[in-house]
C-alpha cells in the first residue's frame, strides 16, 4: 500500500492496492457493491477483488475474517487501510466515493438526499423486517438443514402486503423511482431483495401494478445484471 | 421558518431525533405531539404525511422527512459546522458511522427493541409481557453486545474517538432497556460497554431530552 508524503489526513488517498470485497454467492454482498456498477469509468473487474467467505465451510469463524467482521457476517469492505461492512454502509461508501461518475446515487441537492434517505431507511426498517425472515426460512430448507416454518413464512407474507401497499401507493403518485425522477441509492437498497421476491413470491406483484413496473425496471437494468455476474466461484477463499 | 417535529417525548425515534437537534445546538424547534393512545399516527391526515402510520416526522419548511435514522442525517448535514461534529471530519470516520449506525439499526436494534416492547411497551398497547421473546431476544442481544465490549475496549466510541450519529442512535432504546426493561445487567456486566453507556448517557442533551418525556414528572 502506498501512503502518499505529506498529504493531510482528510484527503483521501487512493491506494495502490485494489478495494477487497469479502463475500459469497447470495444478496447483501450485491446490495454492497452495485453501486460500482453504476457509475461510468469504473473498471470493475481492475477495481475490485474478490475474496470468498463461504457460510457453509464456515469461513465467517476463521480468526482472520472476524478481525475484519467481527460478527462474522459478509460482506466486508476493503479499501486500502479502511474496512467497512454492513451492506447499507459499504453501498454508501462506494456511492460517496464515486459520486460524480454515472448517475447521482445520493442526489444533487440537501432535500433530494433527505429523501433518498429516508426510503433508504424504510428498505431498512420496513421492508428488510419483513422479507428477511421469509429468505431465511428459503435458504434453510434449500440447504435441507430443517423445514420451511410456516408460520414464520405466513407472518411474513402479511407483513410484506402490508409493507408493499404503502409502496404501490406511493409509486402510484406517478414518481419513477422511490425518492423522484431518477435511480437512487434508495431504490439499490431494494433491488436485490425485491428481485428474490419477484421469483420467489410473484404472487406479491399482482394487483400491484406501479410496484411491478419499478421491480421491473430497477431489476432489469444492464448495471444491476453486471453485479450479478459476478464471479464468486472463481475466487479465492480466505485464508 | 422554524422546524416541526411531529412526534412524542417518549417515543425513542423521537427521542433520537430532539437528541441530535439538541447535538447541533438547534433550539428553535417545535415538538408536535401526535397522540398515539387516540390513534392519530393511523388517522387519514398523518398517513399522507407518514404512510407507515409511524412517529417522528420532521418538517423544515417544504421538506417533509420521515424515518428517524434519515432525519438525523438530514440535520447532521444541514447543520454541519455547528455543535457536535455528528458525522465525524473525514470521509474514513463517515464510512465508520455509517457502519455502526447499521449495525445500530440491523443487528443491536431489533433485539433490544423487541425486549424493550415485551417488558415496556407490551402492558401499555393492551399486551401482556412474552418472557420467552425476552429469553430468547436477550440471548442475540448478549452476542451483540460481547463485539461491543471487545471493539470499546479499543475504542472510546463506536466509529474511533469521537461521539457521532452512531452512539447517539442507541440512546434511547438502552435508555429503557436499563431503567425500564430490568436488563441493566447487560450493559453493566461489560466494563467497555458499561463505561461507553455511562458517558453518552450523561451527555446533557440526552438528559435534556428525557426531560421532555410527557410520562415525566416535574416536580
Not at chain 2, 412524542?8 to 441530535?20: I, K, Y
Request: with cysteine.
Amino acid at each position: 500500500m502506498i501512503r502518499l508524503a505529506g498529504k493531510s489526513e482528510n484527503h483521501f488517498y487512493r491506494s495502490a492496492m485494489v478495494m477487497i470485497v469479502y463475500g459469497d454467492i447470495g444478496l447483501n454482498p450485491y446490495r454492497a457493491i452495485q453501486p460500482l456498477f453504476r457509475s461510468s469509468g469504473v473498471d470493475v473487474e481492475k477495481e475490485l477483488k474478490l475474496v470468498t467467505v463461504s457460510l457453509k465451510a464456515g469461513h465467517f469463524l476463521l480468526p482472520s475474517y472476524k478481525a475484519k467482521q467481527p460478527f462474522g457476517l459478509i460482506p466486508c469492505l476493503e479499501d486500502g487501510d479502511l474496512i467497512v461492512f454492513e451492506s447499507r454502509a459499504i453501498a454508501r461508501y462506494l456511492a460517496e466515493k464515486y459520486e460524480g461518475q454515472g448517475t447521482p446515487l445520493l442526489g444533487k441537492t440537501l432535500k433530494e438526499r433527505a429523501i433518498i434517505n429516508q426510503w433508504a431507511e424504510s428498505e431498512a426498517q420496513n421492508f428488510q423486517p419483513a422479507i428477511g425472515p421469509m429468505v431465511r426460512e428459503a435458504f434453510v430448507a434449500a440447504f435441507g438443514i430443517r423445514p420451511v416454518d410456516e408460520e414464520v413464512v405466513a407472518a411474513g407474507m402479511k407483513k410484506l402486503d402490508q409493507v408493499l401497499d404503502v409502496y404501490e401507493a406511493h409509486l402510484a403518485k406517478g414518481t419513477k423511482y422511490l425518492a423522484g425522477d431518477d435511480f437512487s441509492l434508495a431504490d439499490l437498497f431494494h433491488t436485490v431483495y425485491m428481485n428474490w421476491m419477484k421469483s420467489a413470491r410473484p404472487e406479491l406483484l399482482e394487483k400491484r401494478p406501479h410496484l411491478s413496473a419499478w421491480i421491473h425496471d430497477i431489476t432489469t437494468r444492464p448495471a444491476f445484471l453486471r453485479c450479478l455476474q459476478l464471479d464468486w466461484e472463481n475466487a479465492s477463499p480466505i485464508q | 421558518m422554524a422546524i416541526i417535529v411531529h412526534g412524542a417525548g417518549f417515543s425513542t425515534c423521537t427521542q433520537r431525533t430532539l437528541t441530535t437537534l439538541a447535538e447541533l445546538n438547534v433550539n428553535d424547534y417545535k415538538l408536535e405531539f401526535v397522540d398515539m393512545m387516540k390513534g392519530v399516527h393511523k388517522s387519514p391526515e398523518f398517513l399522507k404525511k407518514q404512510p407507515f402510520g409511524q412517529i417522528p416526522v420532521l418538517e423544515d419548511g417544504d421538506i417533509q422527512i420521515f424515518e428517524s435514522r434519515a432525519i438525523i442525517r438530514y440535520l447532521a448535514e444541514k447543520f454541519e459546522g455547528q455543535g457536535t461534529p455528528l458525522l465525524g471530519k473525514t470521509v474514513k470516520d463517515k464510512a465508520l458511522v455509517s457502519q455502526w449506525l447499521e449495525v445500530e439499526s440491523q443487528n443491536y436494534n431489533p433485539p433490544t427493541a423487541q425486549i424493550v416492547y415485551q417488558r415496556v411497551f407490551s402492558s401499555m398497547f393492551g399486551s401482556s409481557c412474552n418472557e420467552d421473546v425476552v429469553t430468547e431476544q436477550v440471548a442475540k442481544l448478549e452476542k451483540v453486545l460481547d463485539v461491543y465490549e471487545a471493539h470499546l475496549s479499543n475504542n472510546k466510541y463506536l466509529a474511533g474517538d469521537f461521539f457521532s450519529l452512531a452512539d447517539l442512535s442507541h440512546l434511547p432504546y438502552t435508555y429503557l432497556l436499563v431503567n425500564a426493561a430490568g436488563k441493566s445487567d447487560l450493559i453493566t456486566s461489560r466494563p467497555h460497554v458499561s463505561a461507553w453507556w455511562n458517558d453518552i448517557s450523561s451527555r446533557p442533551t440526552f438528559q435534556k431530552v428525557l426531560g421532555m418525556n410527557e410520562f415525566n414528572k416535574k416536580e
